[in-house]
């Protein structure tokens, strides 16, 4: 499964980062390129979620550069910081985050809201994604009328819908049997396929690991090793 051998959309260099005394992070070195899945893997504690959230932006890094589709984000005031991440990662979590309230269509619709994208736009882009994941037919329910597998499903759809750069994804199939777990993954590596959007996955799990092109393994706020997919 080769990568898109373009620039990289996603680089971060000498990222450390402290709460109080505790070094967190010490001195991370990436990039990932369009199209290409990076997974981050390592034991409980050892950072990835912290990396994996400096490198969205939602948190900042006490040292180090993090550059996001041409945009070094240290530089960036908290509002345009705001709006890169808007324009250029979705997000998916492990227990979905999909607001109650909304249907499913409206959820996934609400990216492109928030970017102001006419209703004319936005229609077509979320009848397509809510097809791809397909969720055609639950278009109208409410989250909690859904499987967690067809919850995790609108979330990714929700997180594609707006045509990010970069797929962030904290644990995706952690709270789903091994069924719906497989069914995600073979989402996941379809859709950043066929988007050529570049996905950074943190998990525990050897499946998750095994649909990407690398794997980072930290220990203690380092890497420790990198392998490269056969
Ligand atoms: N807001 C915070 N304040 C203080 N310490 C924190 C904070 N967030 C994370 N930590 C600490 O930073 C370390 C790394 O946490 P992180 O969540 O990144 O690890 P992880 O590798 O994702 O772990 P897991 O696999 O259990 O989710 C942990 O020791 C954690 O307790």
Known sequence: MPASPSAPVLTCHGLRKTYGPRTVLDGID????????LALTGPSGSGKT???NCLGGVDRADAGTITLAG???DQLSESALALLRREQIGTVFQFFHLLPTLSV????????QLLGAPAA????????????????????????????????????????VHQPAVLLADEPTGNLDSANGERILALLRELTDATSTA??????????????HRRI???????????TAA
């Open 30 to 37: 990436l990039s990932v390129t369009a199209g290409e899945r």
């Open 50 to 52: 912290t990396l994996l």
């Open 71 to 73: 945009h070094a984000l």
């Open 105 to 112: 269509a409206e959820n996934i619709e609400l990216p492109l």
């Open 121 to 160: 736009d936005r229609r077509p882009r979320v009848a397509d994604l809510i097809e791809r994941v397909g969720l055609t037919h639950r278009a109208d329910a409410r989250p909690g009328q859904l499987s967690g597998g067809e919850q995790q499903r609108a979330a990714i759809a929700r997180a594609l």
């Open 199 to 212: 996905l950074v996955l943190v998990t525990h799990s050897e499946e998750a690991a095994a649909i990407c």
């Open 217 to 227: 393994h930290l220990l203690d706020g380092r890497i420790e090793r990198t392998t």
